[in-house]
């Protein structure tokens, strides 16, 4: 990576998104668009842009850590983002990027998912790196 001029993303990419963005983004790769054969591997990634959500839409259990909620829209040529769990959400403000979150579930009949916040994922995994 560094050879190419790759940065790799620390805690800096998730520990502080800004709270006015200017677009987010979900990114992966949905089951539709992945086709295995004996010889092939093709898939082809998608973004979806996500519109943030400051309520708990109706049909997500209550959780007890933060989750983060969006509405997308699928369009013409995308049927479903099953497959796309674990996906990042990013958000982006001024050309520059954060991840904020990982795609988790989706409710299909009204397009909104919800995503588990990375801040607090980065922080209970370096948490447990220290112990």
């Not at 990576?1 to 200017?22: F, G, R, V, Y």
């Not at 092939?40 to 839409?57: C, F, S």
């Not at 674990?86 to 909104?112: C, H, M, T």
């Not at 919800?114 to 370096?126: I, M, N, T």
Request: hydrophobic residues 40%.
């Amino acid at each position: 990576m560094k050879k190419n001029q790759i940065q790799a993303l620390d805690e800096n990419a998730w520990e502080n998104p800004p709270s006015d963005i200017d677009a987010c983004i979900l990114l992966g790769f949905p089951s539709e668009f992945i086709s295995i054969d004996k010889y092939q591997y093709q898939m082809q990634a998608v973004e979806i842009y996500v519109n943030l959500q400051t309520e708990k839409p109706n049909g997500f259990e209550e959780y007890k850590t933060p989750h983060i909620f969006g509405k997308i829209e699928l369009g013409d040529s995308l049927k479903s983002v099953r497959g796309m769990s674990g996906g990042p959400i990013f958000v982006l403000k001024d050309n520059k990027y954060w991840v904020f979150a990982i795609q988790s579930r989706w409710l299909p009949e009204s397009q909104f998912i919800d995503a588990v916040p990375v801040k607090y994922l980065g922080k209970f995994l370096a948490d447990a790196m220290e112990d």
